[in-house]
């Protein structure tokens, strides 16, 4: 087997949260790329993200839930859903993510309780559920989408530096519970990208251009810098690789 064999994913089925734009819409795609049937889950359409899943000759499955009024039975379904219709699940990815942006000393309860949900508790039990699955088969992957904010605070993000947080720190303790079962639990922590959830800080010209200088990459990521990693952490290739948090972001968290 050549170095490059073990990138792909020939036979592999993958779940990707928050799949229907931005970052989760170009790792389904990238997955899809490297030879994995892909599921995709969100709140809405994603019927861009098939049609690539496709053009890429793999299988596409949409599953329609809001992880934010999602129950810990509803996760465990999701993960069903996926197996009835593929077979089995190798792959998870938790992508899906919320920020309100707000000062620490305005940010209101439902805002926490929205980003805690979404970011925290839909992601623990989605991977409970996975891991289950991948224990009695023998094995998986999970990534994880954390953020540059799980090493460093940021302004009017106290809320969602917590969450973020608490995903390396899952990320480090599933690692270290599931290694011995042959799944490898390990994240990314994209910097700052320019997304639609991140259009109120990139539209504002003084800001982007303020962030922009103090990064050594001297540009914010698009979606598309996040499929080489993903693809990495869901293959062979990283099967050394556990509880690993990797920064992402253009270097900007060594600046």
């Not at 009024?69 to 509803?74: I, L, P, T």
Request: charge should be negative.
């Amino acid at each position: 087997m050549g170095v490059l064999d073990l990138f792909r994913l020939d036979g592999k089925i993958a779940l990707v949260t928050g799949a229907s734009k931005g970052i989760g819409q170009a790792i389904a795609v990238a997955l899809a790329e490297a030879g994995a049937d892909v599921a995709c889950l969100d709140y809405l359409s994603c019927e861009a993200t098939e049609a690539g899943i496709q053009r890429a000759g793999r299988r596409a499955l949409s599953i329609s839930c809001d992880l934010g009024k999602a129950q810990v039975s509803d996760l465990a379904g999701v993960v069903e859903q996926v197996i009835q219709h593929f077979g089995a699940l190798h792959i998870l990815v938790n992508n899906a993510g919320i920020t309100r942006p707000n000062p620490a000393l305005q940010f209101n309860e439902k805002d926490y309780d929205d980003e805690a949900q979404i970011n925290q508790k839909a992601l623990f039990f989605l991977s409970q559920a996975a891991a289950r699955q991948m224990a009695a088969a023998g094995g998986g992957k999970i990534v994880n989408v954390a953020s540059l904010n799980a090493f460093v605070g940021g302004t009017y993000a106290s809320s969602y530096t917590g969450t973020k947080s608490a995903v390396a720190g899952f990320t480090h303790a599933f690692a270290v519970e599931w290694a011995h079962l042959g799944i490898h639990v390990n994240a990314i922590a994209p910097g700052f990208v320019k997304t639609d959830n991140t259009e109120n800080m990139w539209s504002d010209t003084a800001f982007y251009q303020r962030i922009t200088e103090s990064i050594p990459a001297r540009r914010w990521a698009t979606p598309q810098d996040f499929a080489g990693i993903a693809v990495f952490l869901a293959s062979q290739a990283s099967d050394y690789l556990h509880g690993t948090v990797i920064p992402v972001d253009g270097g900007k968290l060594v600046e």
